[in-house]
């Protein structure tokens, strides 16, 4: 789905350049799990806003099912963030006014073949918290809302920047759980990005940063569900 050729990301000039991306070469294929390591300042989450179309690289080839995402303009860039992307962050990002079905019904308002808002929240195993407000839900099942409301829209493409960041271990299994069985279920590329190691187990190849650079990838010839981690 994804190629990616000497991606680089410059942020500043002079002495107050910043090499978030030193060429970095990488596919990423349908329907699979990938989980993206690395410290602080690697590159993860540049790398991770590039694909997504939040952010446009510097230098280097992104092409997406054969489309050049550095070339095209705003309108097709909003197009594909709307259409084909759907976006997991550490933090929820909830409308606290509205309930979990109402926060998850503003993406089915714009998508193009939405699933309905209740089907999303109970593929996260919240259908009995539909009208609860953010406000009435631990942050567990907040992040559960946000992870429905990324794929009532049946993305292509899932991208997920430490999605557990905020929770507890516990906690944290349950929304991993979540997101492996959307990836599953409706067969979305997954991106997931940590620092914990110990995520890697759950995934179909695992993608090592340092500096900007792609360090190494494995693949899993037995990837574990979320549930079975060894925290």
Known sequence: MFRVRGLTKVYGTGAAEVRALSGVDLDLYASELVVLLG??????????NNLGGLD????????????????ID?????????????FVFQFYNLIPSLTARENVGLITEIARD??????ALEMVNLGGRLDHFPAQLSGGEQQRV?????IAKRPEVLLCDEPTGALDVRTGIVVLE????????????????????????MADRVIHLSDGHVHHLRANE????ASSLNW
């Open 74 to 86: 705003e309108t097709a860039l909003t197009r594909y963030r709307r259409d084909t992307v759907g």
């Open 56 to 71: 446009v690289p510097t230098a280097g080839e992104l092409q997406y099912r054969g489309q050049d995402l550095t070339t």
């Open 222 to 225: 037995h990837p574990v569900p």
């Open 114 to 119: 939405p699933m309905p808002a209740e089907a």
């Open 146 to 150: 946000a992870i429905a409301r990324a």
């Open 39 to 48: 410290p602080s300042g690697s590159g993860k989450t540049t790398l991770l």
């Open 178 to 201: 979540a997101i492996q069985r959307a990836n599953r279920e409706l067969g979305t590329l997954t991106v997931i990005i940590t620092h914990n190691a110990i995520m890697a187990d």
